[in-house]
């Protein structure tokens, strides 16, 4: 259970979040939905833990985040897979990027490991490493754990999204849709508990948008807690079990998507997701 | 002779009031502070400016050699005659004096103090392969020192000997940190007693010491003949005032640290004196 | 070197009594601001476009171009001292200028030393520019130069430390200025052609290390203030 | 200073019969090698993860601390080579470990000399980096170091930039080395702490301008080697 | 008249379009559809001079303009706003950016003087220098030309997209819906014949959406060109008077927009449209 209590955030001398409460269980998604500019993002970095509220307490499973130690916070960031409104790729190959959350839950051992059979050393020189491992007592033909589980799991979410012939391309080469799916498949190869996504089908087509969809709700029903920002309301009734809607600084009405969409308790609700609001 | 009236400003100009002398010497007359007090009654006199530019010896020669310098004031005899067979200087006059002094470290590993050769103490340096640090810059004191080398029996090398290619205040110093000997002019010595762990071992002529370890110091004007461009009739009016006794004066009356550190050469009963005479001229021309 | 303030004794390497009259340090302090600060100046007007253009642009060898460029940081001061004294030389081909031993050779070696440090860190500066912003100046309407200046600003801070580091080098270098400049004060103490760290080398070399250091560190601060004078501008810049 | 090869006649300035033995030659060439490479590997060892750090966080006096590296630039040479010297002579703090004349003792001055301008272009490097890329490396799981390390992969060019200037700085000063290492030679020619620099320096001083050009051209050909070999690493590092 | 013309362009070994031609009159919008990575953008970077196509040729006007010399081109630029699918701001204020597009259409002459009466000079000095104009004859009360008709653009175009408060805020503070309303004013402030919109409300909410999409009908209305590269579906039902689907390598259908969505010659057409193609 992830939660934000009576949150506070400001940015310079202006306000974004005034006492905001919004609490996202396992296997439930959540959709944020609200004007431009009203503080979508912000609520979902502060649920990141990239943004430290000015009051008020962000919760992961009763721990208090920012009360704890650094590590702790490490720890809860390590549970997180994040997609940003806007891609935030690595200036890297595709595959490199979604490898990144993978790489950095390894060991540094590991993590040379992988980095020196990738990377650096010809196949002429892995080949004569094993017999080595094989001398001194290993099993030369052991696959080579870290490395190769990462690279499953990276083909698999390229895959999900459609781009698994691209994970040798470079980021900078990818069109705006191709980079938000990579963008996805980064945050959703390392089996995050939470997910948090902010617009991300902002940039794609209805056949895209409908990968993703029903990634979010496979997600969902494997027990992973979605936080999902969007300006589609028709997303938001799609795929969201409930919805919080932000105007002004706070969050006006949440309830089941159904009972917003179709009766919500304000006024401004109404108006705001039928495109009348004028603020 | 040869090269009058050809100088920078012409002859139509009133007078030299305004223009700027250019002189080459090396550091180690520069260091010492002479030059400030022997340039203001010169540019008082005329109403110029010399312009002092403080070069190694090779670099101040060179400098000449191009041209870039109207004068040059070294104290390396050999290159110094060279440069006039070549028939770049015109006019070199015998200025001063100071000496050479053998220095080591209080200790003395190889026991020269006092000796009254300079050749002998290099000698019984090498002998006992105590450190020595020479300047290694072709300067006049690396000259000076090379020649003393020539004439004793042993040879420097070996791990005892380190070249530094350094100024003599830099050579002082590393001499000092590394308990090693070296030749080194007085001037500069003396100025830099206070910071270094090293004693005067073998006197220079001054003290008493041997004439090998004299140090004379020549001044030469740029051939305009060479180097139109040279302000010649400046360089021989500068020559002039260095070798009259007004500046000898102030040669002899020049104190660091309550020494003397020159001693005037000009006004000898017998000057030394070298002129430039183009080839083919007779001998009897060439004053 | 200026008569009553040579002798005075030296109590230790930092607790020295300064041993210079005033005129004399004004004098080489604005001799070396001059020769710095136009050096750099000429520098920055020639490198940023340089850099704008090498870095907006492919084209085969525009790597090989590169390290041309970052090996012009590598410029031993002596070396461009020499090759700036061939060229201002009496025989040189600039030798009618009669530029030997002037503050303006001095700039001419300061400029050639300057110039690749600006030049390459500006480009690494502007190569860092993202493509989006660079191709929205150009379709919005821009000219190259629009566009270029675009990028400088995007770039501003890397362009910065670029000049800043030009300057650093240009004023603390020694080599070339002693070669071109000649290190020349009057004897009244008014500097020619010395700089303060010409001045620091020939206190350094008559052991006088005290008074070397405390040039050093009117030189160290100069330096601060003209940084601290540079970021206040850029800061200001930015909200521009 | 070589015995035969010391007479040998110079042609002109560029035209010179290379008047030293190869030994003499390779000896100083790789102490200025081995002096500037490894002062510039530990300044890169330092000042990559303070850029890093200052550029990645916000405090009070940031400007000022970033004013004060940038100052750094401007250290003149000499300065640093008498205040390494106070603290290696025997007299100084360090003066037991004996690293008066040695080549520890100048990769300690060009390592102060290095360090600022390593520092500050990174740190513009670093600055630069998109703070969405940032915050994607700190919001997907990574600790400080691997931001650090998303961070610098980002700046790489940059980086890459400010390693070349330091090397740049390191291999073409003479200023320090001279004080520290003392240019001492052998009398057989092998070099002990005498770099391409002081030698260069030495010849100029004996107006062998010449060979001083022909001991520049080396120079700035080991450093072009180095500035290629580097550029190259870089360029294929750019895919990974 | 804008066209492209047997246009190709590939990046890469890879070929993105090949022989395309699209026209857009004035007046007129034209809706260009098709999944991500097609080459939306590609079509809408040839369209600016911004990339210049292998083949075929770039009309404005009767002019080729790849054939015409850079003058030429500079003066076809001139004509054209574009909105990126990123916002591409530049870092600076939202009135800097916004004034860009007319600022490089001043003479030297007038940006110098704005720049300085804008922030350089105090107003004393600037009063000063009003006396001193008047006394070498000038009028001392005329309006400042350049820099006031400029101001006057940019608040309007920043007062459609409902952004006039933000205008001295710098855009880094901006949030992702913010930023793309900025651009769309950027793009507006110089009044330009062509107006290229790259998924312009992507980032944005139903309310924002309609109020960019009212902007684009005035456009039109007043004899603008609009070519829109959009996902959204029913954006282009509602504001294109034309569509061009691309998919594969090429534009596979045109044609008014209610007879592409309604009855379309391609099958794939209608699958597209409904999010059913799987490519
Ligand atoms: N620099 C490049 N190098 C290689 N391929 C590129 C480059 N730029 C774009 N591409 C490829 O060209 C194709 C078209 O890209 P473009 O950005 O035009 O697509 P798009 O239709 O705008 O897609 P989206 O809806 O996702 O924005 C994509 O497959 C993209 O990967
Ligand atoms: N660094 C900052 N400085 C000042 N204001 C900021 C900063 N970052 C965000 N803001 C402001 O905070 C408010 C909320 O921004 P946020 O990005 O959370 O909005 P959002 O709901 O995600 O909007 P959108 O739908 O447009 O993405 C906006 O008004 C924005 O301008
Ligand atoms: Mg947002
Ligand atoms: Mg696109």
Redesign the interface.
């Known amino acids: 259970m992830f939660r934000l209590e009576g949150v506070s955030v400001s940015?310079?001398a202006e306000t974004v979040l005034a006492d905001v409460s919004v609490a996202v269980g396992t296997g439930e998604v959540l959709a944020v939905?609200?004007?431009?500019?009203v503080g979508k993002?912000t609520l979902l970095?502060t649920l990141?833990?990239?943004t430290r509220p000015d009051e008020g307490v962000v919760r992961f499973d009763g721990t208090a985040a920012w009360a704890a130690g650094r590590g702790t916070r490490?720890g809860v960031?390590?549970r997180?897979?994040?997609v940003?409104?806007?891609a935030?790729?690595?200036?890297?190959?595709v595959r490199?990027n979604v490898e990144?959350?993978l790489r950095?839950?390894q060991s540094w051992r590991e993590r040379v490991g992988g980095a020196i059979r990738g990377?650096l050393l010809s196949n002429r020189l892995v080949g004569w490493l094993r017999r080595l491992r094989a001398t001194v007592g290993g099993d030369p033909t052991a696959p080579d754990g870290g490395s190769a589980g990462r690279s499953t799991a990276v083909e698999e979410a390229l895959g999900v999204v459609g781009m698994a012939d691209a994970a040798d391309r470079?980021t900078?080469?990818?069109?705006?849709?191709?980079a938000?799916?990579v963008a996805f498949a980064?945050?959703l190869a390392?089996d995050p508990d939470l997910l948090?996504l902010?617009?991300p089908t902002?940039?794609?087509?209805?056949?895209?948008?409908?990968v993703i969809e029903e990634a979010v709700a496979t997600a969902r029903d494997s027990g992973i807690g979605v936080v999902l920002a969007t300006?589609d309301?028709h997303q938001a009734e799609r795929v969201a079990d409930r919805v919080a809607v932000l105007l002004g600084n706070g969050v006006v009405e949440r309830g089941p998507t159904a009972q917003v969409f179709e009766d919500p308790a304000e006024e401004r609700t109404r108006k705001?997701?039928?495109?009348?609001?004028?603020? | 002779s040869g090269g009058s009236g050809s100088g920078d400003g012409g002859g139509d100009r009133p007078g030299v009031a305004g223009e700027t002398l250019t002189l080459t010497t090396t550091t180690s007359t520069d260091d010492t502070g002479l030059l400030d007090e022997l340039h203001p009654p010169f540019e008082g006199m005329y109403g110029v400016t010399v312009d002092a530019v403080a070069q190694g010896t090779g670099a101040a020669l060179e400098t000449a050699r191009a041209g870039d310098s109207d004068v040059v004031m070294v104290h390396a005899r050999s290159l110094e005659d060279e440069f006039m067979r070549e028939g770049l200087g015109v006019n070199r006059r015998d200025l001063m004096f100071n000496d050479f002094v053998v220095v080591g470290p209080e200790s003395d590993p190889a026991g020269i103090e006092g000796m009254s050769s300079a050749t002998a103490a290099f000698a019984a340096i090498a002998n006992a392969s105590a450190p020595f640090v020479s300047r290694g810059d072709n300067s006049g004191t690396h000259t000076k020192e090379l020649a003393i080398w020539a004439q004793s029996s042993a040879e420097p090398g070996g791990d005892w000997y380190r070249e530094t290619g350094q100024g003599m205040g830099q050579v002082l110093n590393i001499a000092s940190e590394q308990g090693g000997y070296t030749l080194s002019d007085r001037g500069t010595y003396l100025s830099q007693r206070g910071e270094v762990d090293l004693v005067i071992l073998v006197q220079g002529p001054i003290e008493g010491g041997p004439d090998t370890l004299a140090n004379p110091y020549g001044v030469m004007a740029v051939n305009p003949a060479v180097h139109d461009s040279v302000n010649y009739d400046l360089a021989m009016a500068y020559i002039g005032y260095l070798t009259s006794p007004q500046a000898q004066d102030v040669i002899s009356n020049y104190e660091a640290n309550g020494k003397q550190l020159f001693f005037p050469r000009a006004l000898s009963e017998d000057p030394d004196f070298q002129q430039y005479v183009p080839e083919g001229w007779s001998s009897s021309e060439g004053r | 070197m200026m008569g009553p303030g040579l002798d005075t004794v030296l109590l230790g390497p930092l607790l020295v009594e300064f041993p210079f009259e005033a005129t004399y340090v004004r004098s080489i302090i604005s001799v070396s601001l001059y020769v710095s600060l136009i050096a750099v100046a000429l520098s920055t007007l020639v490198s940023v476009p340089v850099a704008v253009l090498v870095g907006l642009s492919d084209f085969r060898g525009k790597g090989v171009l590169t390290s041309v460029i970052n090996t012009g940081m590598g410029f031993p001061s002596v070396v461009v001292g020499l090759a700036v004294l061939f060229l201002v030389s009496n025989q040189g081909p600039l030798g009618a200028l009669d530029l030997v031993f002037t503050k303006e050779a001095m700039v001419l070696s300061q400029f050639v030393l300057a110039t690749p440090p600006v030049t390459a860190i500006s480009l690494a500066a502007v190569t860092g520019v993202d493509r989006g912003v660079r191709d929205a100046a150009h379709a919005l309407g821009g000219t190259r130069v629009d566009t270029a200046l675009v990028v400088v600003k995007q770039a501003r801070y890397g362009v910065a430390t670029a000049v800043l580091a030009g300057f650093g080098r240009a004023i603390s270098e020694v080599g070339s200025v002693l070669i071109v400049g000649g290190n020349i004060a009057g004897a009244d103490g008014v500097s020619k052609t010395r700089t303060l760290t010409t001045a620091i080398q020939l206190e350094a070399r008559q052991g006088r290390y005290g008074t070397a250091m405390v040039l050093g560190a009117v030189l160290v601060g100069l330096v601060l203030v003209v940084n601290a004078v540079v970021v206040r501008l850029g800061g200001r810049g930015v909200g521009g």
């Not at chain 1, 939905?33 to 500019?37: A, K, L, N």
């Not at chain 1, 902002?202 to 409908?210: E, G, K, Q, V």
């Not at chain 1, 705001?272 to 603020?279: I, K, N, S």
């Open positions: 940015s310079g939905i609200g004007p431009s500019g993002t970095d990141a833990l990239s490490l960031r390590r997180l897979g994040m940003f409104q806007e935030n790729l690595f200036d890297a190959s490199r990144y959350g950095v839950r990377r470079h900078a080469s990818l069109s705006g849709g191709e938000q799916r980064r945050a390392y948090l902010d617009e902002s940039d794609l087509d209805p056949r895209n948008t409908a300006h309301m705001f997701v039928a495109g009348e609001l004028v603020y």
